[in-house]
Structures are given as structure tokens and as C-alpha cells.
Nanobody, 122 residues
């Protein structure tokens, strides 16, 4: 059973950089079985796929690619999300999820973290 745990700051100021951590247990970040994705949901909106890392390669939502970086640390079985130049519209719950593909439907993912609330405000 894969378990995912997000962590990071709850409040970030506009123009600053967000750093989130997804700690994985019950599975390996190096597996070729799962895409390890970051997904967010803003208030009143649907799921938005941010990006993913799979077998060492990274994939990004084109609309966020210029501000986003996803990486992994094999030694601590962790995936990271960094997003710079934050805006108030980046306020959302950020989820780490594992799936055999990527998309914006919850059913496409086998496992989810509990989510990390990120508020962008001065």
C-alpha cells in the first residue's frame, strides 16, 4: 500500500517560491510503474495537473512549465515541487498522487496524499 505525505509552508507571499515535499512509503520513487504527480485544486475549481516525474524524466503542464520544477531524491524516497513567482491565483490545495498515467480525473490515480493547503497572500 503506497502512502504519500505532502509537507510545506501554508502561507507564501506573492513573487516568492513555493517548495513542497512528498514523502513516499510503501513504494519506490524510482519505480517505472507510477508517475509521481503534483495536482492542485483551487477554491471552487476542478483539479489541475501541475506536473510529474517518471523514471527520472519530468513532465509539466504547459501553462505552468516556466515556473515549475519537479525533482526527486532516491535516497529518501521523496518527490519535490518548486514553483516560483507565486501569484494569489496559485492558492490551492496541492496534492501528491501516484498513477500509471497523468490527467485531471481523480480516478486516473491509484494513490493520493492528504493534500497541503498553500495560500499566496501578502
Amino acid at each position: 500500500q503506497v502512502q504519500l505525505q505532502e509537507s510545506g509552508p501554508g502561507l507564501v507571499k506573492p513573487s516568492q517560491t513555493l517548495s513542497l515535499t512528498c514523502t513516499i512509503s510503501g513504494g519506490s520513487v524510482t519505480t517505472n510503474y507510477y508517475y509521481w504527480s503534483w495536482i492542485r485544486q483551487s477554491p471552487g475549481k476542478g483539479l489541475e495537473w501541475v506536473g510529474a516525474i517518471y523514471s527520472g524524466s519530468t513532465y509539466y503542464n504547459p501553462s505552468l512549465k516556466s515556473r515549475t520544477s519537479i525533482s526527486r531524491d532516491n535516497g529518501v524516497n521523496t518527490v519535490y515541487l518548486r514553483m516560483n513567482s507565486l501569484k494569489p491565483e496559485d492558492t490551492a490545495v496541492y496534492y501528491c498522487a501516484a498513477g500509471q498515467a497523468v490527467g485531471v480525473e481523480a480516478a486516473e490515480y491509484d494513490y493520493w496524499g492528504q493534500g497541503a493547503q498553500v495560500t499566496v497572500s501578502s
